[in-house]
């Protein structure tokens, strides 16, 4: 990428964990190896991380679980997690953020600027309210609040098929109005994995699953 990178109201966040082995994607084990689930969790951070530097934003802020290592490119701060749940962390990373934030997870490196660019048009913010990102699999891939606000997410509980339904739910019965970005399937599983490569193949996630993926069986 060259020049530097465009700037804009919004904070971009994204929410991380060091791909270390038996931490990160441990349902994609079987098939694969718990050093091989973690190069395909590093691949997924560093092409969403690469997406997120072309997009425009104040700033651009991966909040770490973890030590940063070779998947961090030039040009993003890190900023570590808090303990406590996984509700707990994301509002403590949205509450930090002055104006506008937008925090995106590390799970679907299919992601494109087309996706996050409502959210980051001029005016996206104007009516003081909401974006979401709803995931596949009933949670949610990004949420964005023109003020953030801690409590609208406290207590919304996490990883099940109705986490998305229940945050959005917050948001809407705090009065806000609420926009949707599109769907994305997030990398859990094996058979998630391969349909992610499918539809973004030139990053480097496909590239790193396709070499580890030969006398792999996908289901």
Do not use: N
């Not at 994607?25 to 718990?34: G, I, N």
């Not at 701060?77 to 509002?91: F, H, K, M, N, S």
């Not at 990053?203 to 580890?212: C, M, N, P, S, V």
């Amino acid at each position: 990428m060259s020049g530097a990178p465009a700037t804009g109201p919004t904070t971009l966040l994204v929410i991380a964990k060091e791909p270390v082995p038996g931490r990160v994607k441990t349902r994609l084990t079987p098939p694969f190896r718990p050093d091989e689930a973690a190069e395909i969790a590093a691949a997924a951070l560093e092409d969403t991380l690469r997406t997120v530097l072309t997009l425009p934003a104040r700033r651009r802020v991966v909040v770490l679980d973890g030590r940063p290592g070779p998947w961090l490119p030039p040009g993003i701060e890190v900023r570590p997690q808090c303990e406590g749940t996984l509700d707990e962390r994301i509002a403590v990373a949205l509450g930090s953020c002055a104006g506008p934030a937008l925090l995106i997870g590390m799970d679907t490196p299919q992601l494109s600027a087309a996706h996050l660019a409502p959210a980051l048009a001029p005016g996206a913010w104007e009516d003081g309210g909401a974006w979401f990102g709803p995931a596949e699999d009933g949670g949610f891939w990004a949420l964005g609040m023109a003020v953030p606000d801690p409590a609208l997410v406290r207590g919304v509980p996490m990883s099940l098929p109705r986490t998305g339904r229940l945050q959005r739910a917050r948001l809407t019965d705090a009065g806000l109005t609420v926009r949707d970005l599109p769907p994305l399937r997030d990398v859990d599983t094996a058979l998630d994995a391969a349909e992610v490569a499918a539809e973004a193949p030139y990053g480097r996630f496909a590239a790193t699953l396709a070499r580890l993926t030969p006398q792999k069986a996908v289901r």
